[in-house]
């Protein structure tokens, strides 16, 4: 069956040190990976989105990679902070036809000041 | 504008009632997803319209039943649901349903719960 994983449920850092968050998947051919963050209570909001034949993204504090053969991607927080704590998942979405958007199981970051 | 609204935001129904929840997009998006979000779990996709046509219905219950009377509104009607389907209900849209733009922009949700 098609699985995401993400580390651990929980990931507690200290303020100004970096998050690194992990979503494996297993079963899957993304096109595209995509990063959220979701605040409770709130719906997910788009982070980043890496393809298939890019190794690595930036924005401002963020940056993803994308390993197709290792079906794995890494997103980093650089010198995070209390406001950074939230939940963050991937999700997938396959190329071809479909237009599914699949998530992964979430890890929820804490920083600490 | 780059905001999918979502009412009701609360929004308690017994088992035996009819509701509906409701999205609306401005964005001029062409796709359109319900999700349901259990604590502490992701988001689970239920249907997606793409060009107001349903396009993938997740195997959801017929309790669920949603409908796209055009590009910007998504309804979603309740009808004889069970406890268990108390959860946050979050609608999404994209600019596509395939290629690059298709990141999703989400509501704040409906929590729902049924008594």
């Known amino acids: 069956s098609q699985k995401i994983e993400q580390n651990s449920e929980a990931l507690n850092i200290q303020e100004g040190k970096t998050a690194t968050l992990t979503c494996n998947y297993t079963n899957y051919s993304p096109a595209y990976l995509q990063w959220y963050r979701q605040d409770p209570g709130r719906g997910p909001v788009f982070l980043l989105l890496i393809r298939e034949n890019e190794k690595e993204k930036r924005k401002e504090r963020l940056k993803v990679t994308f390993d197709t053969t290792l079906k794995q991607s890494l997103f980093h927080i650089t010198a995070s902070q209390p406001a950074d704590s939230a939940t963050y998942l991937c999700a997938l979405r396959r190329s071809g036809a479909t237009n599914k958007l699949i998530f992964g199981t979430g890890t929820l970051l804490a920083v600490q000041p | 504008d780059t905001e999918v609204t979502q009412t009701p935001k609360h929004l308690v129904m017994g088992m035996t009632n009819k509701k509906s929840l409701k999205c609306e997009q401005h964005?001029?998006?062409?796709?359109m997803y319900w999700y349901k979000q259990k604590a502490k779990k992701p988001p689970e996709l239920m249907f997606v319209y793409s060009y107001e046509k349903l396009s993938i219905n997740e195997s959801v219950p017929s309790r669920f039943s949603p409908e796209c009377p055009n590009s910007s509104l998504l309804n979603l009607h309740l009808h004889a649901l069970q406890p268990e389907d108390s959860a946050l209900y979050l609608c999404?849209?994209?600019?596509?349903?395939?290629?690059?733009?298709?990141?999703?922009?989400f509501g704040q949700g409906t929590r729902l719960t049924v008594v």
């Open positions: 964005m001029g998006h062409r796709a």
């Open positions: 999404a849209s994209s600019p596509s349903d395939r290629g690059e733009n298709t990141e999703a922009f």
